[in-house]
């Protein structure tokens, strides 16, 4: 039986010597008891001597690297599984990619650990100074309890990081000195009395601004950085508060108006919004990945989207065709002279716009420019296609009891029916979405009638069947002369 002690500075590349030794002697895994520092000393007169043969050792890269860090976790029985390994792979190349075999798996898991561990180091060491600020070379010192055994292999980060002074990091296990540039490992030592340092407030500062109290999951938080590292951390003091105060701080934010993001990120999301078959997030996203749609060609002419506007637990849904000249410029639907007339026909039917969700079935402003004008021109069916994907979204997010589709473009876009607008009007129609839409006459269309007689009695046509659509969602008596298909 071979037992084999390794330093605890230095392990890796004793660890190395010794199983290529071993290997090259052939001497199996089951012969060799594998010790730490605080193996006896007698024992290291077993180690092998530089082997005899190393011409048919196979190491492959992916195990030196695994190697590399295994040697340095706290697990006692590692040294051992990195040989036990190492004694396979000899016969066995492709076992180092085998993800279904067990001890590469749990080689994997300890390596894993000291990365983590490496990462933790990186994160949580904090340094105070112990000299003089005035000096050429400033020095620092820091208390740090690591896991596994990670200053050695970690130290270097240090030395680029602060190749500038002197400091030490000082653990329980091995402790690094970096002083004029030359790095220096030591045994471990106890926890020093490190003086408070002038720069802990501003990490307070610093972590009390970098925490989101809206992103808050405490468990989550305590895995990335664990209460054990916290007594080492001068930010630390203020997680309990920032804990307690959380849900009332994301609360707060979610109440204050809610900022623009910047434009890519909305198309980055009606990007992603295109591969879905229907919206999942919430009104408010709705409008900012409304804004980076490219779904159809329109939003190239235009100079934004347009989403509906109103509350969204409306009663009544209107929609319209698309936006005009004006709604494109002011970014709301029926701000033009259209929507003045809609404002008087349904202020005369009893009906008041802040009541009411009113959209358009298509968001993107489409016009043919003669001069400095932008003349309207009324969009295809596959655009109206392309653009229920938002209409169906705001339906589905409102909810209406009654949808009231204004012209021909929406009493398409809103029951699939394409048929002619005069015969249907005043009738309530099956929705596509399940519901029932009224169809009535689209308030440009009574802007441009003629002669006057006609545009009178559109209008009275119009009041009439808002008036009908504000007794529906009332809930007043309707008669079946109004509308048969309510009736029905
Ligand atoms: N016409 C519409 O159909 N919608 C508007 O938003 C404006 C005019």
Not at 19 to 33: N, Q, Y
Not at 253 to 264: G, I, N
Not at 379 to 404: F, G, H, M, Y
Request: net charge neutral; charged share 25%.
């Amino acid at each position: 039986m071979r037992h084999i002690a390794l330093p605890k500075i230095g392990t890796a590349v004793a660890w190395r010597d010794a199983a290529r030794a071993l290997l090259g002697e052939r001497v199996p895994p089951s012969d060799v008891i594998w010790g730490g520092d605080d193996t006896p000393p007698e024992l290291f007169a077993n180690a092998p001597a530089a082997p005899p043969d190393r011409s048919d050792i196979t190491v492959p890269r992916s195990f030196v690297a695994l190697a590399n860090s295994v040697v340095w976790h706290s697990d006692p029985q590692r040294f051992a599984r990195l040989y036990a390994l190492l004694w396979r792979v000899q016969s066995a190349p492709w076992l180092m990619s085998d993800r279904g075999d067990a001890e590469v798996a749990k080689l994997r898991s300890l390596e894993k650990g000291v990365h983590r561990c490496q990462h933790k180091m990186k994160a949580f060491v904090r340094f105070r100074e112990i000299g003089d600020p005035a000096a050429p070379r400033r020095s620092f010192a820091a208390w740090f309890e690591p896991t596994h055994h990670t200053v050695e292999p970690t130290a270097q980060f240090f030395c680029r990081r602060f190749g500038d002074m002197d400091w030490r990091i000082l653990t329980p296990d091995v402790s690094a000195h970096f002083e004029k540039g030359v790095l220096r490992l030591e045994d471990g030592a106890d926890a020093p009395d490190l003086p408070d340092d002038a720069h802990e407030e501003l990490w307070v500062t610093y972590f009390r601004n970098i925490f989101n109290p809206a992103r808050l999951k405490v468990a989550a938080m305590q895995s990335e950085m664990p209460k054990k590292y916290w007594k080492n951390m001068p930010e630390a003091v203020a997680i309990p508060e920032l804990i307690a105060t959380a849900p009332a701080r994301a609360r707060a934010m979610a109440e204050a108006a809610p900022t623009l993001p910047p434009a890519h990120a909305a198309s980055a999301q009606a990007m992603q919004m295109r591969n879905v078959s229907e919206w999942t997030g919430s009104a408010c996203a709705m409008r900012d990945a409304l804004e980076g749609c490219t779904r159809c060609d329109l939003h190239k002419g235009a100079t934004q989207a347009v989403p509906g506007s109103g509350p969204v637990d409306a009663d009544l849904m209107i929609v319209g065709e698309q936006p005009g000249d004006q709604e494109d410029l002011a970014g709301r639907p029926f701000v033009g002279p259209a929507g003045q007339l809609f404002d008087q026909a349904a202020a005369h039917a009893g009906l008041t716009r802040e009541a009411l969700y009113l959209t358009n079935a298509v968001k993107h402003f489409k016009f043919t420019a003669r001069g400095k004008r932008r003349i309207h021109q009324r969009p295809t069916r596959s655009e109206i296609d392309r653009c229920a994907w938002w209409l169906n979204a705001e339906i589905k997010q409102v909810a209406p009891k009654l949808i009231v589709a204004m012209g021909a473009t929406a009493a398409l876009a809103t029951t699939g029916s394409g048929q002619a607008i005069m015969n249907r009007r005043g009738k309530i129609e099956d929705g596509l979405h399940g519901g029932k839409v009224l169809i009535t006459l689209h308030p440009a269309y009574i802007l441009r009638a003629q002669p006057a007689e006609v545009a009178q009695q559109a209008m009275r046509d119009f009041q009439a069947d808002l008036a009908l659509a504000r007794r529906i969602i009332s809930g007043d008596a309707v008669s079946p002369s109004e509308s048969p298909a309510i009736s029905g």
